[in-house]
Nanobody, 115 residues
Framework: QVQLVESGGGLVQPGGSLTLSCAASGFTFRLSDMSWYRQAPGKGRDLVARITLSGTTIYDTISVNRFTISRDNAENTVYLQMSSLTPDDTAVYYC?????????WGQGTQVTVSS
């Protein structure tokens, strides 16, 4: 079955950096678009960044110039490098795989930006 396991979340100070990882299994990773979403307390789940199967990247205005999404098809892993973090980036970050027209989600990893 499809599994997406996020890791790398934690507590970071404002201005700091963090890299999230999402290890995927159970589907053909290299043929899937992969995305990172986030959900802050009391808010909806919003797209942060997407990388298509061809490597095209798409960023939300909140993440462009600060975050970088990348993928390693040999390791079936997608990454989200985050820098210049602010308290507004505090949220649960979710990995999503879009494969065969179906979206699959990981369990999420908490990122807290606080001094």
């Amino acid at each position: 079955q499809v599994q997406l396991v996020e890791s790398g979340g934690g507590l970071v100070q404002p201005g700091g950096s963090l890299t999230l990882s999402c290890a995927a299994s159970g589907f053909t990773f290299r043929l899937s678009d992969m995305s990172w979403y986030r959900q802050a307390p009391g808010k909806g789940r919003d797209l942060v960044a997407r990388i298509t199967l061809s490597g095209t990247t798409i960023y939300d205005t909140i993440s462009v110039n600060r975050f970088t999404i990348s993928r390693d098809n040999a390791e079936n892993t997608v990454y989200l490098q985050m820098s210049s973090l602010t308290p507004d980036d505090t949220a649960v970050y979710y990995c999503q795989a879009m494969t065969d027209g179906t979206a699959y989600w990981g369990q999420g990893t908490q990122v807290t930006v606080s001094s």
